[in-house]
């Protein structure tokens, strides 16, 4: 908690920091607008994440000139050998997009984008499998709160019949993705600078999409101008302005600090859907958030350490 406190001193008295942290602030209020645009979507969940990213190609391009530069990393495009890395992030980014969209249409906007967030805790299981890493206690305690209140929103669920139960579940397959995602992107991001990576990722996810959108067999196209104007909603300000606002505010933000502010993401979320869709929130699924959103917040603080 020390930790916190102090990088909350170091935003509060740097003016870039708190300028970072407004842009965050921003960039979350995008991303959590992506299952709003998804419910109003003409075409299936699978088509709109399609076209989120395939729409959104030409914006990010036009966005990396305009992020800040990272003299320790490399600005220009990778040699053909370094692909590979791209491609498998674009492909798990593709995975979360697709599953996530599933669920949304399966579940509660709220419930969708909480269990997505549970990312934190596959990247610890992910991390232990794959790299040996060891946890602090505060960390483990986070992840059983976070499983704990996952466990409520599950039987919650459950109770409101098994349409629920099966989004809530897509959104557990979501957090998987987005943690091996997040793995492969910070591989990515030790090398190069974070415009060169959203903005080559980001092709790849588009032609991941590809097969399940035809798998799926539902329409490429919306019928009206308004389905289109979705669409392109959901491009530019979720996957454009949302990924390049955050990947700005990251570079003058610290990272555990920036970590735990996009976790007004599900609550954001959950805002909207009342706003729009007068999804309330109360009960056990109320707890079950709080639960989730505490124990995240302590395993983001909890320190890894390696063996």
């Known amino acids: ?68 530069d990272e003299p320790d990393r490399k600005a220009g495009l990778p040699g053909w050998g370094a692909l590979g890395g791209f491609a498998l992030a674009g492909a798990l980014f593709a995975g979360d997009l697709g599953f996530w969209h599933w669920s949304i249409v399966y579940t509660s906007v709220a419930n969708a984008t909480l269990f997505a967030n549970m990312a934190p805790v596959f990247v610890a299981l992910f991390a232990f499998l794959l790299y040996g890493t060891r946890f602090t206690r505060l960390f483990l305690a986070g992840m059983a709160v976070a499983l704990a209140g996952a466990a409520m ?37 030790a090398r190069y600078s974070a415009g060169v990576v959203i903005a080559l990722s980001t092709p790849f996810t588009a032609l991941c999409l590809v097969p399940p959108t035809l798998i799926s067999g539902a329409g490429w196209f919306p019928e009206t101008v308004a389905g289109w104007a979705v669409l392109a909603g959901v491009a530019v300000v979720s996957q454009s302005l949302g990924q390049g606002l955050i990947a700005y505010a990251f570079a003058h933000l610290p990272p555990a600090f920036g970590a735990v502010s996009l976790l007004l993401q599900p609550v954001l979320a959950a805002c909207f859907a009342w706003l729009l869709f007068d999804e309330a929130v109360a009960g056990l699924q109320a707890l079950g958030m709080v639960a989730v959103l505490t124990g995240v917040v302590m395993a983001r603080q909890g320190a890894l350490v390696r063996p």
Do not use: K
């Not at 842009?23 to 399609?50: D, N, Y």
């Not at 990213?53 to 000139?65: E, G, I, N, R």
């Not at 019949?161 to 997040?182: I, K, P, Q």
């Open 1 to 68: 908690m020390a930790r916190l406190t102090y990088q909350l001193a170091v935003v509060a008295n740097d003016r870039h920091a708190r300028t970072a942290f407004l842009v965050l602030l921003v960039g979350a209020a995008c991303i959590a607008l992506a299952p709003i645009f998804v419910r109003l979507s003409e075409i299936g969940p699978v088509p709109t994440a399609f076209w989120r990213t395939a729409l959104a190609v030409p914006f990010l391009a036009a966005m990396v000139p305009l992020l800040p």
């Open 153 to 189: 929103l599950m039987g919650d669920s459950a109770a409101l019949g098994g349409r629920h139960l099966l989004g809530d579940a897509l959104g557990l397959v979501t957090a998987m993705f987005y943690a091996g995602y997040f793995l492969a992107i910070a591989r990515l991001r």
